[in-house]
Structures are given as structure tokens and as C-alpha cells.
């Protein structure tokens, strides 16, 4: 199966055996394809793996540590042919990643965020409320992963509307108006996790709004949420009590690989799309784990050609859960993700500080 | 302003009383007075005994630092330093900045001061580490028994971020020692002392280790355990991340000796953290992963050798090695014919030089070569971070003097 045609398949239809066998190969030609077009990842390859011969498993496919993007934009591609560059939101003090994209696999990035998308909204666009303010996207000049995440999703919609006014504080007017004229039918919601539930869900608690209609997808990670104590179900039962939503998608992905797009599925738990797919490995020795155990999760995706992100060790903890077991009609891996590795306080004498040590 | 004050007792205090009762000018103390030797001799069984100090080997190393005999070793030396022309007086106030994440550094820092008769102001972090909150409950114990006059003679204090008392306290004293690297050097020294006033800093320092190759190859299997346990406590008692902790590890000799010696010496400490069960936060992993792909990258690595919690990046040359580092068990290896062939690849920045099998006029030789421009301190594996008087370059007994020249008449 070639690239296209894993873009073009159903997104969860493959058995995870003959996902990985097309996989392995798939993968494995971009290994050499970025051994032969970027010196530097050449160089890790030769000296971290002592080079890279054809892989039998998954597990085999050479990996390197998402964080290095932060110092090291490494390409595929001659500078000429560089259409945009992303930049990760990175936590505060941290250097953002640079992920540079030529035309192909922006557009393959484009294609495949639709690809997942349209397997739970349908083929349709559907007017869409964004749980957002609409201040995040006003200078396209300078746009952060969070309103780059919020453009690219709101191709998916029609009739947009921001549930947030420029203050973060609730826009009553605008989502009842919004509701009226499409809460009869299906309509989309987008927003990040926190920001759904802090700006959105516990300013709409008692008023009795209806969003019985909508689908909502949010990302961005449990961080604050889990400070708070509230979890992926109690997300899910509260939005069902106060609003009568029931159809609500978390999706995992990072802006330092292209495809790697993880929807939620009925269950609870993420699901790889056919193009891509997760490995999680114990911290210590960096092995692969046994389906069950947590770890850290390495996220492969066949789609990144303009730069070696094509496997790249995470710094998120993960679990699998279940393979093809198709309780909500998706073959291949159901994986949950745990939240950031604790960071770890290091002495010493010196005042820098070693998180940022960089060279 | 309010400061928070750790010892001699738990309370808060305004800052001007601090810096009023410090300045008071009070009875002088001679060096290495009684009172005070039997002080820190107190403290030092103090922390012995204690169950809870037992479980930080550091502390352990600190008190058997100030144990008498250590303490009137101390005072011989200082004796016997001093010419019999002059006479030694404490300077008066220090004001020590000690770093954040060294839990013992600010005791050392304050017992070669408080042994020379002085009186002390040390600023503790807010972020401190168990080992020091022990050290400071400790310390309290001892003082509540001690003369009242030792009790007056030291004030730990803390206060944030603030300026205010960083200025006053400047003013104040007669010396300013500032552990902690170059950016707090940079940020104290906008503060001004007063002009008889002196400092001493500590900026940024790395730290390397030698190993003679030949007389490796003669250890027994003994022999190179013991070793590598010595190079463990060197390098991990604070997650490498001390300045004398070695980051370097040089092999000296010819080219199939020094690849021999190496590969038994990496195995070595391998096993030996297998042996202690040496485990790092999995942050730590994942940061000298990143770091190991920077250096790769960077620097002319030719060989990556990852035992967890060990990883070994063997470098074609030194002498671009960066300055900051992941910590946490990473270290850059490298061959050299001679000991001398490090004359030209280090610089100022350089601390300690850990060696083994180097005889001690080579060594000397070393130093000459340097010239002052690297390295202040070599000593035997497993000493890295052994406090010692001789410190970056300074006598700290005699920092924390006035000598009085005094000439009689014929």
C-alpha cells in the first residue's frame, strides 16, 4: 500500500498486523529517504543506532527525541523549498520545536486532518461554535500553534460563531443566538480541553442550554484539568448533565509530526489512523512495552517527508490498551494517553537551570 | 520589610533589626577560638547522630568534615600559615549567597568563615533541598546549647527575590561570597559593598577526570570496582550537576590502551550502578537523550554508548565541549597521549581535575603548565566533592582574614 492509498483508506479499517507490515516498510523507506536528504539525521542514525538496515518491527524504526526540534530545525528539503514552518507552543521558558513543511506534506497534513474528521462529522460541513475568543486568530501575522490548531479546524464547519468574547468571558448573546438558528440540526464545536471546560462548560452549569445536536472535539492536553481533579470521564458526565452533549472527541497531537492525529473513539480510548501509530516504551531502557504497562509514548507517522519526524519519541506518558478490538468499530491500537513526564528537579551548583540546558 | 529567619531560631524578623544586630560591633573573636572550634565540633556530632541526616551520604561527608580533629588539623595549618610578623584578625561580616541546589555548600561556606572569627549573614533559596532544612534543624539544636555569643554570631536568613535586603546586607559586610554561578555573580554584583568591602565568587565551573591507561590496565578486578565507586560518588551524589563533578573523562596513553582501558572502565561503572540500583526520574533519561542528539550534532562524536544510567559520548577532540550539560549521568570521553595535551583544550572554566595513576610531580608539572588559566584543584578520584579549604583558586582562611603587620623594634 503506498502512502496515498493509506491516506485514502478508512481511517481505523486496517488489523494492526497488516497496518504494521505496511507500515514497517513505509517507515522504513523514510528512514533512508531522510538518511539521504539531511546530513544531521543521517549523523544520529550512524551514531545513535549505528546506522539503519530494513526494520522487521515497528519497534525497529530508528526514533529520535521530539525535544531536539527545539534546537535543531533538521529538513529534508532545500531551504527554497520550504512553504511554512511550525512552531510548537512549548511550555513557558521553553524554545518552541521548528517543523519545517514544504507544499506535499502540508497538503498531505491538511488532507489527513480531514481524513479523521470526516469519520465521525460526516462529509458535510456543519456550522460550528468555537469555544474560543476571537481575538486568538486576529493577527495572522503571528499565529500560535493554538489558533493554528483552531484555523485548521475550522475548515471543518460553516457559520462560524466564538462562544468567547475578547475577554475569555462567556459571550451568552452570541452561543444562544448561535443555538437558535442551528441547535435543531447537527453542529460542531471546537475548543481546547481546559479552556471548554473552565470558559465554556462551568459558565453554561445550571442555565439549561441544549447542545443535545453537537459533536465537540477538543485537544490540548489534561494538564490544567488533571490540577483540578477532573477527568476525561467527569469531563464527558458533566457536559451530559449540564447540556445533554453526548458525542464529545479529544484528540492527541503534536505539532512536531505531521498525521499523527489521535481521535478519540466511543470508548474513551485514542485511536492511530491508518497512516500512523503509536509505540510505547518503558523510560528507563527504552524498550517497547508490553500492551498495558505505561510508558512513554513514541508516535510514528508516514507521512512527514519534509523533515525526519517521521518517529519521534514523545515526552507523554501512554498505555495500550487493546488491539483490534473493534468495540467502536476501529481496528488497530486504543492507546490513553497519561499526561507530561514529571519533570525532574536536578542539583548542583549552578544557577542554570538545567531543564533549558541546551547546546 | 519582613525577612524569614532559619537560625539561630525559626521566627521573622524586619530586615533593618537583622542588619542592625549583625553591624553592632561586638566583642572581637580571635581565629579558631575555643569556643568556636568546640561549637562546630558540636554540630558536627549533632549531625551524626541524627536518623535522619543519616540517610544523605553528603551530610555524613560534612560532619566528618568538621569533627574536632579535623577542626584542630585546621587550626595547626592556620597557625602555621600565619607569619609570625603579622597578626590574624577576622575580617568582620560575610555575607555568604550560597547556590540554590547544593544542600551542604553553605555550611562549608560558613564554618571557614565562623573558624576565623567572623560574624554571618547567609541567604538561603526559598527552593531548598530536604538535606538542607535538616542541616538548618540541626544547626538550631546545636546553637540552643551553645554560649549565647556563637548564637549571635550567625543569622540564616531568607527572603526571595528581593533586592532590598540583597543591598543591605551588601552594604553591610566585609566580605560577600556568592556561590551559584555566573548569572547570580552577574545579578549580586549590582549591588554595591561598601569600599574596604571585598568578594568572592563563584561563578560557573565544569570539572573533569583522568585516567591513566597503563596503570588501569593493572588494576584487578578489585581494584577497578573500587574505582568506580569512587567515580560514582564523584559524579552522581548531585546528579553530576556540581561543578567539580566530572563531565570529561580523559584516558591518557596510547591509542589500544586507552580503548581498553575505557571499555573496562564504562563496564565498571555500569556495574556498579546495577549494584547500588541507581535510578533517575525519567525526566532525566529524556533529557540526556535531547542532549546526546544536540551533542551529536555539535560536537565530534564518534561513539554513543547508552547503560541507562550512564550514557558515554566519546569525542575525536576535546575542547568544544558546551557549557551547560544535562546532568544526570552523561559523560563526553576522550583519548589523549599526555596529560599535557589538556594544557591547550581547557580553560578558566575548568574546576577539578579527578585523576588516577598519575604520579605526583606530573601532576605538578600539569599545574605549572596551566598556569593559572585552568584547574585550581586535582585530586584522587572520589574526592571531586570533598570540600576543601583551597578552593577556585582561593585560601578561604585566609580570605577571611586581616593581617595585621605588626614590626617590633629593635
Known sequence: MTVAELLQAAPYSIPQAEKEAI?????????????????????????????????????????????????????????????????????????????????????????????????????????????????????????????????????????????????????????????????????????????????FLMKLAGQKVDLSNGTLIHSGGWKKLQEQAVSPQELRRRFLAETGLARIYNFYGMVEQVGSVFLEGEDGYLYPPAFADVIVRDPVTLEELPHGQTGILQVLSVLPTSYPGHSLLTEDLGVVRAVDSPACGRFGKAFSTLGRLPRAELRGCSDVIAASARI | MEVEILVPELRSAPLEDVVAELSARAAPVDPFSDRVVEFCADFSQTIFRDREASRYPELAALAFWMRKAELVRLRAEFERMTPPQTVAAPRGLVFHIPPANVDTIFVYSWLLAALTGNRNAIRMS??????????????????????????????????????????????????????????????????????????????????????????????????????????????????????????????????????????????????????????????????KLVYSCQAILELPVVEYRRDPEATVLQLESLGREPREHSGGGLFFAARVDNLRDLVPVLNRRHQTLTHFGFDGAELRRLAAAFGGRAIDRMVPVGQALQFSRFWDGYDLLHEFCRFTYCEVGR
Open chain 1, 23 to 199: 507500515l514497517v516498510e513505509q517507515l522504513g523507506a523514510l528512514t533512508e529517504h531522510h538518511r539521504r536528504e539531511c546530513a544531521e539525521y543521517d549523523r544520529l542514525v550512524r551514531i545513535l543506532y549505528g546506522g539503519s538496515g530494513p526494520a522487521a518491527r515497528l519497534a525497529d524504526i530508528p526514533f529520535l527525541p521530539v525535544g531536539l526540534f527545539k534546537s535543531h530545525a533538521l529538513r529534508s528539503i532545500p531551504e527554497s523549498a520550504i512553504f511554512k514552518t511550525l512552531r510548537s507552543s512549548g511550555t513557558t521558558g521553553q524554545e518552541p520545536s521548528q517543523i519545517v513543511l514544504d507544499r506535499e506534506t502540508a497538503q498531505r497534513q491538511t488532507l489527513a486532518l480531514s481524513r479523521i474528521m470526516t469519520h465521525v462529522l460526516g462529509a458535510r460541513r456543519l456550522p460550528m461554535l468555537l469555544i474560543e475568543t476571537p481575538s486568538l486568530i486576529k493577527d495572522r501575522r503571528q499565529i500560535s500553534a493554538r489558533a493554528a490548531g483552531l484555523l485548521g479546524m475550522m475548515n471543518f464547519g460553516r457559520d462560524h460563531a466564538y462562544a468567547l468574547n475578547d475577554a475569555m468571558e462567556l459571550d451568552g448573546d452570541a452561543v444562544r443566538g448561535f443555538l437558535e438558528r442551528f441547535g435543531g440540526q447537527p453542529f460542531l464545536m471546537f475548543g481546547f480541553t481546559f479552556v471548554a471546560w473552565q470558559y
Open chain 2, 126 to 287: 526559598s527552593r531548598r533541598a530536604p538535606a538542607a532544612d535538616i542541616l538548618l534543624r540541626l544547626w538550631r539544636e546545636s546553637l540552643a546549647r551553645a554560649a549565647p555569643e556563637i548564637a549571635r554570631s550567625a543569622v540564616v536568613l531568607s527572603y526571595g527575590h528581593d533586592e532590598e535586603a540583597t543591598r543591605a546586607l551588601s552594604l553591610a559586610c566585609d566580605v560577600r561570597v556568592i556561590w551559584g554561578g555566573d548569572r547570580t555573580v552577574a545579578t549580586i554584583r549590582t549591588a554595591p559593598l561598601a569600599p574596604h568591602a571585598r568578594e568572592l565568587t563563584f561563578p560557573d565551573r565544569a570539572s573533569l577526570a583522568a585516567i591513566h591507561a597503563g596503570r588501569y590496565a593493572e588494576l584487578d578486578a578489585a581494584g577497578r570496582r573500587k574505582l568506580a565507586g569512587q567515580f560514582f560518588n564523584d559524579a552522581y551524589w548531585f546528579d553530576q550537576m556540581a561543578c567539580s563533578s566530572p563531565r570529561v573523562v580523559v584516558f591518557a596513553g596510547a591509542a589500544e590502551a586507552a580503548t581498553q582501558a575505557s571499555a573496562a572502565f564504562w563496564d565498571a561503572l555500569t556495574e556498579c550502578l546495577d549494584e547500588k540500583q541507581f535510578a533517575s526520574p525519567a525526566a532525566i533519561h529524556m533529557r
